[in-house]
């Protein structure tokens, strides 16, 4: 069974530029979180959806991150305009909401964004 | 400048010898735990979880224990082979305030052969 598929696996771009990253979850998973992994602030929950619905987004940076999941196969993440502190490796990850499988998350290969 | 980055504590064991990680959790209101394990460019991987009214879960060569009283949870690796080798975070939720997870910090596993 494929896992979680992210794309792309790399990114580099320049200060200014606008990034978008792809998640494709799990099938028959309702619920996928975006994190951001970094060496300073270690695993973060930057927004997760349940049935495509965003539930809590309170990990979001700033303005400039924003997510869409617009349906249950697919979910982007997008910085816009992005800058050097937002390199890190952006994971996302899934799971079976409403059952007792719930906070078994599925984690994706991960997005590594340089930012220069 | 010099970025600054997380600690991360270390633990180093010899092939074949048992290793216990360590974790404290903060939200005294959280009823579920898990444990991942990161290998090196690899998204975390899940190992074993449990709920807060068990003090104890096993599985395969890895055992999970609860202590609520002083909020603290351990990972207990039999038999630690080389391909235990990764960073292992201990993550908790609250059951009632959604399906998301809070992960710590981590900690580095070595193996020596």
């Known amino acids: 069974d494929a896992g979680v598929i992210q794309s792309p696996r790399h990114e580099v771009t320049e200060m200014g530029q606008e990034v978008t990253l792809r998640c494709k979850p799990i099938?028959?998973?309702?619920?996928l979180f975006w994190y951001r992994q970094t060496m300073m602030r270690g695993l973060e929950l930057l927004i997760y959806?349940?049935?495509?619905?965003?539930?809590?987004d309170s990990g979001m940076p700033e303005d400039r991150f924003s997510a869409k999941m617009p349906n249950a196969s697919f979910s982007t993440l997008k910085i816009q305009p992005s800058e050097p502190r937002d390199s890190a490796v952006y994971f996302c990850?899934?799971?079976?909401?409403?059952?007792?499988?719930?906070?078994?998350?599925?984690f994706g290969p991960g997005t590594r964004l340089t930012v220069t | 400048g010099e970025s600054v980055g997380l600690h991360l504590p270390t633990l180093s064991v010899q092939e074949g010898d048992n290793s216990i990680i360590n974790c404290a959790y903060s939200n005294s209101a959280s009823d579920y735990f898990i444990w991942y394990k990161q290998e090196s460019g690899k998204g975390p991987q899940f190992i074993i979880d449990?709920?807060?009214?068990?003090d104890k879960r096993q599985g395969q060569r890895v055992t999970v224990l609860l202590n609520k009283t002083v909020k603290h949870l351990s990972l207990q690796i039999a038999a630690t082979q080389p391909g235990d080798s990764a960073v292992y975070f201990c993550a908790e939720a609250f059951t009632g305030g959604g399906n998301k997870l809070t992960f710590g910090t981590g900690t580095q596993l070595k193996v020596e052969l």
């Open positions: 449990i709920r807060s009214n068990m």
């Open positions: 990850a899934s799971s079976v909401y409403g059952t007792d499988s719930s906070y078994e998350q599925y």
């Open positions: 959806f349940n049935n495509n619905v965003p539930i809590d």
């Open positions: 099938s028959g998973h309702n619920s």
